[in-house]
């Protein structure tokens, strides 16, 4: 089906009002994931409207002005396709994935939800309940509420530390009117990408994504007008106690970004990044598996990461563990996170590579994932990286940058944040108080 286009090669088009286009064609599956991303999220809320992004995708598939939430969820079940949304920090996104020939018919159904919609009233006050059942679940479970904490914790008081879910009281009052005035600020045309990925007539699709999302409004100034300034990074030590559970979830987290006299593209500063990850906590033979875990038996969950967007980059660990342990779990994390700003492994940087490789390959094997991944970055930076020039980048990185993300972020002070038993924000401060004595 794919006409013209290399595999892999994204294809990048920009409409007069805005919209960017984004085609991925991948001809060796049969299948094609369709999405419309808008650069908008819990960050473009207050505490007064907090959860309404979460709300409104909720809502975009309860109905449009010419079909209703039952025909919305069968057209595309015709098809077989699987119809998904999310709202995050800074990015909403609604998408389909079924066969390519279909390719056409889910950008019109999807473009529908996003375009269309019409939030009805009895719809929304039977969501709004469903949603507040969800917000209240998402409170109660220590594990999810450790995650929210460490927002705050990085970023205090910023809507970037407002849970996307937004609060129970927020939800329970939004109105119709509310949805149709966030769609209005914000659903808008030089906030959007239209994208695709898989095996699919790719000239076809964007012609037909230029028909659909031509008339779609502009905001009053252009997004690239106003580029995004990242949220301060604060680095708070939090606590939550939760009575019903034996064990503690513990969130660490360090800002990222490249030193300030550093000419790199954003993309090869963000695999470094990826890459201290993965080398530090991404696999059971990864300093911080294997010393927590197989040789001091203080967690049987750990591991590292990366959360990111468009602004902003933080390595987060997260582990599970006793309250009885939980000291000697900090100040193991700290120790080794010292010790590969020393010096880096080039055993542990060849396996970090090659597992970031493999990632990245088999990401690039699945369309949505590939759909997605192109979207973050052309949301971030404004281009989109292929897949062989990922992987050139990931071989070219050396031990130094690698060990230079790590004496970055160490600069910076932790953000930390625990929930479960014997939770507190006191136990909190004193663990980042214990950390930081180590380190003299």
Do not use: C
């Not at 290399?6 to 369709?34: C, D, E, F, K, Y």
């Not at 419309?36 to 907090?50: I, Q």
């Not at 079940?77 to 996104?93: H, I, P, Q, S, Y």
């Not at 050396?398 to 970055?408: K, L, N």
């Amino acid at each position: 089906m794919v006409h013209d286009t290399a595999a892999g090669t994204p294809v990048l088009r920009t409409l007069a009002n805005g919209v960017r286009l984004l085609a991925i064609p991948m001809p060796h599956v049969r299948s094609a994931s369709i999405g419309v991303f808008l650069h908008v999220g819990s960050r473009d809320e207050t505490p007064a409207t907090n959860g309404i992004g979460h709300v409104l995708e909720h809502m975009a598939f309860k109905g449009t002005t010419t079909r209703s939430v039952q025909a919305i969820n069968l057209d595309a079940e015709r098809l077989g396709a699987d119809v998904n949304a999310f709202t995050g920090k800074d990015t909403t996104g609604y998408f389909m994935t079924g066969l390519g020939r279909h390719a056409e018919q889910l950008l019109r159904m999807t473009a529908d939800i996003v375009l269309n919609s019409t939030f009805p009233e009895a719809e929304l006050q039977r969501e709004l309940e469903v949603i507040r059942q969800e917000a209240i679940e998402y409170e109660e479970d220590p594990q999810e509420s450790s995650s929210d904490l460490l927002d705050r914790a990085i970023w205090g008081d910023d809507p970037m530390g407002m849970p996307v879910i937004g609060t129970v009281a927020n939800i329970e009052r939004f109105s119709r009117q509310d949805l149709v005035g966030h769609v209005q600020a914000h659903y808008a045309a030089d906030k959007t990408v239209v994208a695709a990925a898989g095996n699919f007539d790719v000239a076809a699709w964007l012609a037909l994504a230029a028909e659909l999302f031509a008339a779609m409004p502009a905001s009053a100034a252009r997004a690239d007008a106003r580029p995004v300034v990242p949220a301060t990074y604060v680095g708070h030590a939090l606590g939550r106690r939760f009575t019903q559970v034996s064990q503690v979830f513990l969130n660490m987290a360090y800002p990222l970004a490249p030193a300030a006299q550093d000419q790199l593209p954003q993309q090869r500063w963000r695999l470094a990044a990826s890459l201290a990850a993965n080398l530090f906590g991404g696999g059971m033979s990864a300093p911080l598996v294997d010393t927590v875990r197989e040789q001091l038996g203080l967690a049987y969950t750990a591991h590292s990461t990366v959360d990111s967007g468009d602004a902003w980059a933080n390595f987060v660990v997260q582990a599970v563990t006793t309250p009885d342990k939980l000291d000697a779990l900090v100040t193991a994390t700290g120790r080794l996170l010292r010790a590969q700003a020393g010096a880096i492994d080039p055993v542990h940087l060849e396996r970090a590579k090659n597992q970031l490789t493999v990632s990245r390959v088999r990401a690039g094997e699945r369309t949505y994932a590939t759909m997605e991944q192109a979207v973050e970055e052309l949301f971030a930076s404004g281009t989109v990286t292929s897949i062989p020039q990922a992987l050139a980048l990931i071989d070219d990185i050396d031990a130094d940058e690698v060990r230079a993300v790590f004496e970055r972020m160490l600069a910076n002070p932790i953000a930390l944040a625990i929930t479960g038993k014997g939770a507190s924000a006191r136990g909190a401060r004193q663990l980042v108080a214990s950390l930081a004595a180590a380190d003299r």
